[in-house]
T-cell receptor, first 115, second 112 residues
């Protein structure tokens, strides 16, 4: 079946530094990638949608200069949290939509802790 | 706008009990409906889906039927196991809009 590999699974960084999270579709081409943020015991909040080769579309209230999304190829998207602060600590999950069957596959998530 | 409302949790049951988690939706057009499951510390896994009215999705003993007349997609399982403990999310995807809309999630705990 379709697999999305998300790395790292967890990361701890110092306040003010940047962190990059990668998502790769391993056996299919993902025309669209989605990035979500999930707070403890809450639902997923969509942050942005990115299509390969074009700029990401951010949801209202999400700072595009803080959460940089790159989707340079049909198998790779990255989310960079710039100048991270403790309030950015969260669980980040990516999802890829297959160009073939339109199905959605989720990564295993990244737990970010900013200290 | 499109939205999904799920039964509030947490839900705690004993092993072999019958499970129902309610989900209703509001959408324009004819959405596809999904149930996803999230185990602790992991991403979401597709549990089942239905793409049109009266379709029944099923997987691992779980079932849900797409009811257009009541705009519902309730999740059921006849006999739950401890390993079913997880958070369950109902979601919809609409034609033309690429993103999924999620419900708030229902935490399920099954006690032996």
């Amino acid at each position: 079946g379709a697999v999305v590999s998300q790395h790292p699974s967890w990361v701890i960084c110092k306040s003010g530094t940047s962190v990059k999270i990668e998502c790769r579709s391993l056996d299919f081409q993902a025309t669209t990638m989605f990035w979500y943020r999930q707070f403890p015991k809450q639902s997923l909040m969509l942050m942005a949608t990115s299509n390969e080769g074009s700029k990401a579309t951010y949801e209202q209230g999400v700072e595009k200069d803080k959460f940089l999304i790159n989707h340079a190829s049909l198998t790779l998207s990255t989310l960079t949290v710039t100048s991270a602060h403790p309030e950015d600590s969260s669980f980040y999950i990516c999802s890829a939509r297959s160009a073939g069957n339109g199905g959605y596959t989720f990564g295993s998530g990244t737990r970010l802790t900013v200290v | 706008g499109d939205s999904v409302t799920q039964m509030e949790g947490p839900v705690t049951l004993s092993e072999e009990a019958f499970l129902t988690i309610n989900c209703t939706y509001t959408a324009t057009g004819y959405p596809s409906l999904f149930w996803y499951v999230q185990y602790p510390g992991e991403g979401l896994q597709l549990l089942l889906k239905a793409t049109k009215a009266d379709d029944k999705g099923s997987n691992k003993g779980f079932e849900a039927t797409y009811r257009k007349e009541t705009t519902s997609f309730h999740l059921e399982k006849g006999s739950v196991q401890v390993s079913d403990s997880a958070v369950y999310f109902c979601a919809l995807g609409t034609q033309g809009a690429q993103k999924l809309v999620f419900g708030q999630g229902t935490r399920l705990t099954i006690n032996p």
